[in-house]
């Protein structure tokens, strides 16, 4: 099991946000978690990357590490084995697309240039944008920007994605693209765990869907095609 949490309290500024939350996610499944704004998806996708600690729990356990107990020096090395992708791309507009990749590969330990640059074509390929290399993220449109910030989460071959609203500031054909190309790479082993608001994409592209609620979080994968889809609209 890559992540799986029984029985978690997930806190924001210490209120808690989500209680009870029993989640797993294994090898090459494709996974929604859904729910209104401020339910708690964000907050809870933050525990698994150490960006919001864990203080109470049964079982918090993701890609072998508990996070219960995790040192704040061995957190780096976890991030490491996954790929984490925001909303708002969070490049640096200061460099080339290459350089933005060189960068986080050499901040990972890559030290031979000859496997650095393969690397990044390998990922910019896989996500169509391999003729954008030279170009800089304001050259960009908004889908072309997020292809290159899932191709940095792919560089170090991650055991897991975790995207935060991937395709909440794209037009609906653009956004389309963006689920598909994620749903691809699950289907090559690596987990996705995204949230999303884009309820029509859960029928386009199945998968394991999570609903946050009034302060908690269910499996409704077998009926999240009869939720009321206004219910679950951004207000």
């Known amino acids: 099991m890559l ?14 946000v989500l209680e009870d939350v029993n989640f797993h996610a294994d090898e090459g499944e494709f996974i929604y978690i859904i729910g209104k704004v401020g339910s708690g998806k964000s907050s809870l996708l933050k525990t698994m990357y150490c960006e919001l600690d864990i203080e109470e729990a049964e079982k918090a356990e993701v890609l072998g590490r508990n996070l219960m107990d995790l040192r704040r020096k061995d957190i780096p090395a976890l991030r490491r084995e996954m790929g984490i992708i925001f909303q708002d791309f969070q490049l640096l507009h200061d460099r080339s697309v290459e350089k933005n990749m060189k960068f986080v590969l050499m901040a990972t330990g890559w ?15 896989a996500v169509g944008m391999s003729d954008k ?15 290159i910030a899932i191709a940095r989460a792919l560089l170090n071959k991650p055991k897991v994605i975790i995207a935060d609203e991937p395709t909440g500031n794209l037009d609906p054909e653009t956004a389309s693209n963006i689920v598909e190309l994620l749903k691809q790479i699950s289907m090559s082993g ?46």
């Open 190 to 235: 690596t987990a996705v765990v995204m949230t999303t608001h884009n309820i029509p994409m859960l029928d386009k592209y199945p998968g394991i869907v999570y609903r946050c609620k009034d302060g908690y979080m269910h499996d409704v994968t077998k009926d999240y095609t009869k939720l009321d889809l206004s219910e679950e609209a951004e207000d």
């Open 111 to 125: 030290k031979e240039k000859s496997k650095i640059y393969e690397r990044i074509d390998e990922v910019l390929e």
């Open 3 to 16: 992540i799986e949490y029984k029985n978690v309290k997930v806190y924001q500024e210490d209120v808690c």
């Open 133 to 147: 290399k030279q170009m800089m993220p304001h050259e960009l449109s908004g889908g072309e920007q997020q292809r």
